[in-house]
């Protein structure tokens, strides 16, 4: 398996539908949207991986928000968890731009792909440990694709670490047990690569101060330096 093969898997996953409750809701959602994105016409399916096939660097998320990647296509595109993390990455360098509106708004990532575990929006921002571990074979193909470029991996949250580290285990990478605690700022090496925890970039965490800019950029920008990718100090 090389890199080619990541936009025929973006497309695949586009198409699923293995989980009843999601499916239900992404596309509850697309028919009501919210006020403001009436004029809309919300994507309503599986959000798939968003960045170059040759990336040297992994963003590992939860799962697309109803009214962000939900509604717009693309990972982190479209609400303030995206306007945290695009305006950090183009910070460091690692963006051609620092804001994520829409699909077509030209936003380039240098170096870098964004993902999630579970690529449909679930209901209060909650995935299942079914929907999670259905969905598990999507990341599961990605790591396989990108591994020949792979050099750092960064996981937003606690979430996306547990379901990380099975899939890293399942493409192929040797897992230690027991597995790695997740907390921010750990760094593990991990076969070939190293690993990043981070907090998740949510309003909740953004917003009381848990995690900060300045925070998020540091590990942005040592991962980027791990993956041998130029970045910027700010």
């Not at 994507?43 to 990647?69: C, E, K, N, T």
């Not at 591994?147 to 230690?176: C, M």
Request: aromatic share 8%.
């Amino acid at each position: 398996m090389d890199a080619s093969g990541l936009p025929l898997l973006d497309r695949r996953i586009s198409d699923c539908r293995a989980c009843p409750r999601l499916v239900s809701w992404r596309e509850e959602v697309a028919r009501a949207k919210r006020a403001a994105y009436a004029d809309w016409t919300y994507w309503g399916r599986p959000v798939p991986g968003f960045g170059p096939a040759d990336a040297r660097m992994l963003i590992v998320g939860l799962a697309p928000a109803a009214h962000g990647g939900n509604r717009t296509g693309r990972m982190f595109t479209g609400d303030r968890s995206g306007d945290v993390l695009y305006e950090a990455l183009y910070d460091v360098g690692l963006a051609s731009q620092p804001t994520a509106m829409h699909a077509d708004d030209g936003l380039e990532l240098y170096g870098v792909r964004v993902t999630s575990p579970v690529h449909c929006a679930p209901p209060a921002n909650k995935p299942t440990p079914q929907e999670r571990d259905t969905c598990r074979p999507w990341l599961v193909q990605e790591l396989r694709l990108l591994r020949p470029t792979l050099r750092a991996v960064v996981v937003l949250g606690a979430f996306g670490w547990q379901a990380a580290l099975p899939a890293f285990a399942e493409a192929g990478w040797s897992v230690p047990r027991p597995r790695p605690a997740f907390s921010h700022g750990a760094r593990y090496p991990l076969d070939g690569l190293e690993l990043f925890g981070c907090f998740h970039v949510s309003q909740r965490n953004t917003f009381t101060g848990r995690l900060t800019p300045a925070m998020l950029r540091d590990v942005l920008r040592t991962a980027a330096r791990a993956a041998g990718l130029p970045a910027t100090a700010v």
